[in-house]
């Protein structure tokens, strides 16, 4: 079976990931990970095809800034920061995932989340 794997690029979403991609490729399963370009190398490492959601993106060359930005934050503008870049994360993802996700022939999936709703962070 594909199953692709939906996280936001950040090592505390991506470690456990790769864990459970690694688990399901021992078991014969075709493991995707579906995410932005920049995590090729560690798709590549883990020995995940990687289904690129920022392709033809342009836009979304700015999420890199916005979390260099966000270091620097503290308080309630951090939490607004971060705010602004889960929404346009998650945008993109339901902008481009459906199409990409069945152009890669995806038979099944998983998404690592953050446990805080958007109503805790506002």
């Known amino acids: ?3 692709a794997l939906i996280c936001p690029e950040v090592a505390g979403h991506l470690n456990p990931t ?8 021992r078991r014969g399963h075709r493991v995707s990970l ?8 560690r798709a590549d490492a883990c020995g995940f095809e ?3 959601i920022d ?3 342009p836009e979304f060359r700015g999420f890199q800034p916005g979390l260099q930005k966000l270091a620097r934050l503290k ?13 346009d994360r998650a945008a ?5 995932g459906p199409e990409r996700l069945r152009a890669a022939g995806v038979e099944g999936g998983a998404v690592r989340h953050s446990s805080a709703s958007l109503r805790d962070c506002v």
């Open 1 to 3: 079976m594909h199953i």
């Open 18 to 25: 790769a864990t459970l991609g690694r688990e399901l490729a």
């Open 34 to 41: 579906v995410s932005r370009s920049i995590v090729k190398p």
């Open 50 to 52: 990687l289904i690129p």
């Open 55 to 57: 392709a033809g993106e």
């Open 75 to 87: 308080g309630h503008g951090g939490v607004r920061q971060t705010t602004r870049l889960l929404r």
């Open 92 to 96: 993109l993802t339901l902008r481009n």
